[in-house]
């Protein structure tokens, strides 16, 4: 909310803000459970959940062959819904002019589209 402000504070009057946003609908869906990666010699255990309104990300670092733990890392994504990122805008005092879907400029989907990309102006 905060950065969403912040952006909005800093265009000039008539500018416009793009904020490109990860679709949760969409994501959760197709979502991996759990997955591992290689690269080189570092091995990878990657799980991914959903806990309240935050997509969960943990990722443990082992040395390939080894059960040695290197490493533990935790990212956390907050979910938003289309029309919560929209009534963010409003608040910011941004009126939504265009809503896209991928990185393509095709048309929002709520159900299939990857991203949410919600195109602003400052009035």
Do not use: C, W
């Amino acid at each position: 909310e905060r950065a969403l402000q912040n952006m909005a504070n800093a265009v000039l009057p008539n500018g416009y803000v793009v904020q490109d946003y990860l679709n949760a609908k969409s994501v959760i869906s197709n979502m991996p459970q759990e997955y591992t990666e290689e690269r080189g010699d570092i091995h990878f255990e990657i799980e991914k959940l959903v806990e309240g309104k935050k997509i969960l990300k943990r990722i443990n670092v082992k040395q390939a062959g080894s059960s040695a733990l290197l490493g533990e890392f935790q990212e956390e994504v907050q979910i938003y819904t289309a029309e919560e990122l929209f009534a963010l805008h409003s608040q910011a005092g941004l009126e939504v002019v265009e809503v896209l879907g991928d990185y393509h400029l095709n048309a929002y989907e709520s159900k299939s589209s990857p991203r949410i990309i919600v195109v602003s102006k400052k009035n």
